[in-house]
């Protein structure tokens, strides 16, 4: 089966940048979407399609996703910005699969 | 506005089944798929099932194939999933989702949950 590997936890000081990879086996050839879950509340999608943000999610969100590695970049990261997130990758070959999900802690 | 509603979610023994609903409203239900994802505790986010706008088509993860039933309501709105046999792994919120579905495949809305607790 297809797994996606994501750092267990990642800390960045208020107004740094965060980067939060995802990693697998030919990922850069799939999809991958980002989802923001902070503590008691529903995932909400903040990158689709490797590198495009919903309406209604700030700029300094991005995405990339080549090679083996997808990457979530947080820039001028808030404390409003602490939260698990969790890569997530499709292709008809897989399906979808969820990575295991990164605590970000805004120090 | 898209909302999505859970329901139906409790404490079931080992070996026992729950029906969970989800209401859906804001936007043309039948037009889209929709899915079950689910989060253990102190785990991280897992795919159920999902079911195709028509009903017709229907996907599970391996772990409920044979025991989890996805189905839905179009003239209701409403989405369902049919749990048998849970086990203790099967405690998690469990979040009904909508999905889109062309050319690449993600949840764009979410509901609040549902908690199902398996345990004796």
């Known amino acids: 089966s297809y797994e996606l590997t994501q750092p267990t936890s990642v800390s960045v000081s208020p107004g740094q940048t965060a980067s939060i990879t995802c990693s697998g086996d030919k990922l850069g050839q799939k999809y991958v979407s980002w989802y923001q879950q902070k503590a008691g509340q529903s995932p909400v999608l903040v990158i689709y399609q490797d590198s495009k943000r919903p309406s209604g999610i700030p700029e300094r969100f991005s995405g990339s996703n080549s090679g083996n590695t997808a990457t979530l970049t947080i820039s001028g990261t808030q404390a409003m910005d602490e939260a698990d997130y969790y890569c997530?990758?499709?292709?008809?070959?897989?399906?979808?699969?969820f990575g295991g999900g990164t605590k970000l802690t805004v120090l | 506005e898209v909302q999505l509603v859970e329901s139906g979610g409790g404490l079931v023994q080992p070996g026992g089944s729950l029906r969970l609903s989800c209401a859906a409203s804001g936007f043309s239900f039948s037009n889209y798929w929709m899915s079950w994802v689910r989060r253990a505790p102190g785990k991280g986010l897992e795919w159920v099932a999902n079911?195709?706008?028509?009903?017709?088509?229907?996907h599970y993860v391996d772990s409920v194939k044979g025991r989890f039933t996805i189905s839905r309501d179009n003239a209701k709105n409403s989405l369902f999933l049919q749990m048998n046999s849970l086990r203790a792994e099967d405690t998690a919120v469990y979040y009904c989702?909508?999905?889109?579905?062309?050319?690449?495949?993600?949840?764009?809305?979410w509901g609040q949950g549902t908690l199902v607790t398996v345990s004796s």
């Open positions: 079911i195709k706008e028509d009903g017709t088509g229907k």
């Open positions: 989702t909508r999905d889109h579905s062309r050319l690449v495949y993600y949840f764009d809305y």
């Open positions: 997530q990758a499709w292709d008809s070959s897989i399906f979808v699969v």
